[in-house]
């Protein structure tokens, strides 16, 4: 710049003299800021700002028909641009010089600001927080799309938001700003989310909200969008936070009702009660109420009532002070209180917080999963969950009670590593089906307990307790002295427990029902279709309409020339001859029948595709007679490529096959005193993927069924058959059974399965096989 100067003295000396005498001419000239907003040079920033939001009001040119008005309302602008800011009005107060007369090297700054002037289409005037960010409160809490998706809107179950649209000149943004802002300090105290977003700059997220326009007050609760209407006060904002709240979230009580209120901890909630001086509770409390609502079942007293005598006396409630209490199980005394002059939002949140479950709880949800059964990876530091199965009926009212009395006077009852609860076990499905592998473990007189390890989110360890829990007083003290020492070892142990599973999630016995969620969905989409169909003018609308018929046209046009194409090449592809049926003559050549061992079983089961691997359990005598029946039945099956056909020794796989039924049977039975020769002639069709199998047993297994009526007899499981059983019927030892008729169900078994007819048989995973 030097350089560039030197140059134009030496050439052009008259022109610098102009631009020099035009510049402090200007400069001189130019209108005292302060006078302009009609402040001193005393005056604090915040005099400032309220001096320009004042003239800002007065001179606008929409409000002002002066013809003067938006000459002066562009100085006020420019005077409040230079003495807003700290540093400029410092400048300002040496120099003398205003932002936009400001000389070199600033020259520049100032005309790439005039630029964006024109490129964004106007002044920017940021009402709310955009130019006084020090000092208003509105920019903390901005919000965007992101925030609104996976913030606001899921947790608005449990804690509803109020979210505040503005924008950039807004005369109305500037009137309610002070309002606004109280507001939101008293939303803040109480625990209700709060949100702000600019109109034009998070204009994504404010056509979400069908915002029309600003400032627009918007709630957000359970889902469901609610919009202030109306004049801009601080009772009608208050009454407003209040509608965001269901009717049911208090309940109001008194001496005739409270009885009645407290016995509702039988749904796995704990009773609260409010005391309260006003006739209608305050936000904080419906706050509170509708966070806990999972966990705490609310209701509050007016203390000025007349109506609440015996519930004030009862409990020694001072009517002058805000009280909470809460009841579990024995509602006789409650097992908190507090009462303060103001209970505050953190107040209750730790009260609440550390009494939130009854002495025995039920695990109704995912919730209370997480919360009584956390995840703790380390073995040394397992925390267990003691957890009675049982169903949602009276009869096991019983079990419940002895249950819960042992989970107070137990030798664990205050370890924090051990924490006992329940669960309906007809409600619960999915997580009883995870544990139980769909077997039905428990009597009428005994149910079951399982005592599990949360290691992951969804993975646990679980072992049963053998003897299970009686509700007969005789049986109670052996069962509660066996759980005791079951705890014990397990504590004391750095192992896994017997069993794993994947765990499904809990459902959800709290959420509202079906046809409420229905009805608020289609309440929901009701509204963005009319906000829809008014926000579009006729053109749009005649666009849309018009856009449709053509992709419906070029639809069907496409559908027809694709007909004709068919059309023309199925004239032209040659003919093809009917395939001839497979062949049922029996050649065990044509049929390809592997041995299942150890270097085979991991490609035939446990990676094996989508399909069945059919394997024939065989001995060394029996082997080659049943592989070629075998090979004879299942010939017509071959055509299908997703069949794999097998034989195993049982010489060698009985180790195997013991494992696999076990597992099958969820290991509540020991096979160790499997017969081998009761297993000849059996069928498996295992499906390596999916973890299941099907099993077809042979002609005198079944017929020992029908005789016996027991299963585990009937897979041979034992080597326990009469021979009176036997010789009745006339029946054979194994070794002098007629081979061919074992299999002589066989076919009729495989037209089931592709039938679906035959019962799958689950496995959690398959066992390994040596031979």
């Known amino acids: 710049m030097k350089t560039s100067r030197s140059q134009t003295r030496s050439s052009m000396p008259i022109f610098t003299f102009l631009f020099l005498c035009f510049h402090v001419g200007l400069v001189s000239c130019a209108p005292d800021l302060y006078d302009v907003l009609g402040v001193s040079k005393s005056s604090s920033q915040r005099e400032i700002r309220q001096a320009y939001l004042k003239q800002a009001k007065e001179w606008h040119p929409d409000k002002n028909k002066d013809p003067s008005a938006s000459d002066r309302f562009t100085k006020i602008n420019e005077a409040y641009e230079t003495l807003g800011d700290r540093e400029r009005r410092s400048e300002y107060d040496q120099f003398g010089y205003t932002t936009a007369q400001k000389p070199s090297p600033q020259h520049q700054q100032n005309f790439r600001a005039f630029d964006q002037f024109f490129q964004t289409g106007g002044f920017q005037f940021h009402f709310q927080g955009g130019g006084f960010g020090a000092e208003s409160i509105i920019d903390k809490y901005n919000v965007n799309m992101r925030d609104y998706q996976t913030r606001i809107f899921p947790e608005s179950s449990t804690k509803p938001c109020v979210l505040y649209v503005y924008s950039d000149f807004c005369i109305n943004c500037m009137r309610i700003e002070h309002l606004v802002e109280k507001f939101i300090k008293e939303l803040e105290s109480v625990g209700i989310c709060i949100g702000t977003l600019h109109a034009r700059v998070s204009g994504g997220l404010a056509s979400h909200l069908r915002v029309e326009t600003v400032p627009s007050i918007i709630g957000v609760s359970n889902g469901r969008l609610r919009y202030f209407r109306g004049s801009v006060s601080t009772q009608l904002l208050r009454d407003f936070a209040r509608s965001l709240f269901p009717a049911k979230t208090l309940i109001e009580l008194s001496d005739t009702s409270y009885k009645t209120f407290l016995d509702g901890w039988v749904d796995n909630r704990v009773q609260a009660i409010f005391y309260v001086q006003k006739a209608e509770p305050s936000v904080r409390f419906l706050a509170t109420a509708f966070f806990y609502k999972e966990f705490v079942n609310f209701g509050y007293i007016h203390t000025q009532s007349v109506h609440v005598h015996e519930l004030i006396h009862r409990y020694g409630v001072n009517r002058n002070r805000e009280t909470l209490l809460m009841f579990n199980e024995e509602t006789n005394s409650p097992v908190a209180a507090i009462s303060m002059q103001h209970l505050s939002r953190s107040t209750l949140d730790e009260v609440i917080s550390a009494n939130k479950f009854l002495l025995l709880p039920r695990l109704s949800s995912q919730k209370h999963f997480d919360e009584l059964c956390p995840e703790e990876y380390k073995s040394k530091n397992k925390k267990l969950c003691v957890v009675l199965l049982t169903k949602k009926s009276t009869e096991h009212d019983e079990h419940r009670q002895t249950f819960r009395q042992h989970s107070q006077t137990s030798l664990f009852s205050h370890n924090r590593r051990i924490r006992y609860a329940y669960v309906y076990e007809d409600v619960q499905i999915g997580v009883v089906q995870a544990l139980t592998s769909g077997n039905s473990l428990s009597s009428d007189s005994t149910l079951n307990v399982v005592i599990l390890w949360r290691m992951e989110k969804n ?209 509540k039975v020991k096979l ?100």
């Open 459 to 667: 993975r646990l360890s679980y072992d049963w307790l053998d003897s299970g829990w009686s509700s007969s007083p005789g049986e109670v003290g052996k069962c509660a002295d066996a759980l005791d020492k079951k705890l014990d070892d397990l504590l004391k142990s750095d192992h896994l427990m017997a069993y794993r599973t994947i765990l499904p999630e809990f459902h959800n016995e709290h959420a509202l029902p079906l046809l409420p969620r229905i009805l608020n969905r289609l309440l929901d989409w009701y509204d963005r279709i009319y906000f829809f169909v008014t926000s579009n003018d006729s053109m749009t609308w005649m666009s849309i309409v018009l856009s449709v018929f053509f992709l419906f046209g070029m639809g069907f046009f496409m559908q027809k020339m694709a007909g004709i194409e068919e059309e023309q090449v199925s004239h032209t592809r040659p003919m093809r001859t009917k395939p001839r049926p497979p062949s049922r003559i029996a050649d065990s050549n044509k049929l390809q029948v592997y041995e299942l061992r150890d270097d085979t079983y991991v490609d035939l089961v446990k990676e094996a595709d989508t399909g069945l691997t059919l394997v024939i359990l065989v001995d060394e005598d029996s082997k080659e007679k049943l592989i070629y029946k075998f090979c004879s039945i299942m010939y017509p099956y071959s055509r299908y490529s997703s069949l794999t056909f097998s034989f195993a020794q049982l010489e060698y796989s009985m180790e195997w096959y013991r494992h696999l039924l076990e597992e099958s049977l969820g290991k």
């Open 672 to 771: 160790d005193n499997i017969n081998a020769r009761n297993c000849i002639g059996t069928v498996l069709a295992l499906n390596g993927y999916r973890k299941y199998y099907y099993i077809y047993h042979a002609k005198r297994a079944r017929h020992w069924m029908r005789q016996t009526n027991k299963v585990s007899k009937a897979i041979g499981m034992f080597d326990s058959d009469s021979e009176s059983d036997s010789e009745s019927k006339g029946d054979q030892s194994a070794n002098k059974f007629f081979i061919e008729e074992l299999l002589d169900g066989l076919s009729l078994w495989m037209d089931k399965i592709f039938d679906g007819s035959v019962q799958k048989i689950r496995v959690n995973y398959w066992p390994e096989i040596s031979l």
